[in-house]
């Protein structure tokens, strides 16, 4: 239990402090999940992919991306060939969005991961967290969740 109460301690008070530096640059943490993702998935990606991607629910995903589209952020639009599939890719303010808060969300995870994790075993660390997380699938195979080339 002591593992299971570190995590949820550590995660809830990382991603409060990154989903406020975020929103100090006009992004929130789940606005930068969807950035990241549409942006690395290198052509239109589906709805469906998203969901599947995103480290935020379905529902949460399809708010935040109705929002994201009228902030001028993403395009969305639903396959000529399969009206049932909904298209979405960034704008050139998207990207120039994304960049900007990748920036941030970087120096914040180096600060407040990487930084408190000198002097330890960061690749056990690592390897451990792994072995709790699902297998990833082939589409963001190579990538970790936080966008980082692994």
């Not at 006009?26 to 052509?43: C, F, H, K, P, S």
């Not at 941030?104 to 075993?121: F, K, M, S, T, Y």
Request: no cysteine; net charge neutral; hydrophobic share 45%.
């Amino acid at each position: 239990m002591e593992v299971w109460a570190g995590l949820l301690a550590a995660h809830r008070h990382l991603t409060q402090i990154l989903d406020d530096e975020l929103r100090a640059v006009g992004v929130t943490l789940d606005e930068y999940d969807v950035l990241l993702n549409v942006r690395t998935a290198g052509q239109p990606l589906r709805m469906a992919q998203l969901a599947e991607r995103a480290l935020i629910s379905r529902p949460t995903a399809s708010r935040v991306v109705d929002r994201m589209v009228g902030k001028g952020w993403v395009r969305r639009w639903s396959d000529d060939h399969d009206r049932r599939v909904v298209l979405l890719e960034l704008t050139a303010e998207g990207r120039r969005t994304q960049a900007r808060a990748a920036r941030v969300h970087l120096d914040g995870i180096a600060r407040l991961v990487e930084g408190p994790l000198a002097g330890h075993d960061a690749a056990a660390v690592a390897a451990a967290l792994r072995a709790l997380s699902p297998p990833p699938s082939e589409e963001v195979a190579g990538r970790g969740r936080a966008g980082i080339e692994l």
